[in-house]
Nanobody, 119 residues
């Protein structure tokens, strides 16, 4: 089993920045990809960004050029640097991990961290 713990969410004004972190523990040797999803009130969960352990990345069109996903393999941690935040970026952000090199990871999930962008 793999446990994922997110941190770094909070309240920020439009145009501001936040960095989310997700630490993986447990059977991390099986992991091949990690990523971030978000869910806004009344909407379906959507992929924000993902990174495979081979280095491939995948971003939602709405965040390209503003968000950057990265990974620290030594710390079993994936980061999401979010710049130029907009109110529509508001939602619960979930970390996900996968045992395959999937650009839409989803074998394991964290509990989520709230991001609120005020206008």
């Amino acid at each position: 089993q793999v446990q994922l713990v997110e941190s770094g969410g909070g309240l920020v004004q439009t145009g501001g920045s936040l960095r989310l972190s997700c630490v993986a523990s447990g059977s991390t040797y099986n992991l091949e990809a990690m990523g971030w999803y978000r869910q806004a009130p009344g909407k379906q969960r959507e992929l924000v960004a993902a990174i495979t352990y081979g280095g491939s990345t995948n971003y939602a069109d709405s965040v390209k050029g503003r968000f950057t996903i990265s990974r620290d393999s030594a710390k079993n941690t994936v980061y999401l640097q979010m710049n130029r935040l907009k109110p529509e970026d508001t939602g619960v952000y979930y970390c996900a991990a996968d045992t395959s090199r999937s650009i839409t990871p989803g074998d394991y999930w964290g509990q989520g961290t709230q991001v609120t962008v005020s206008s």
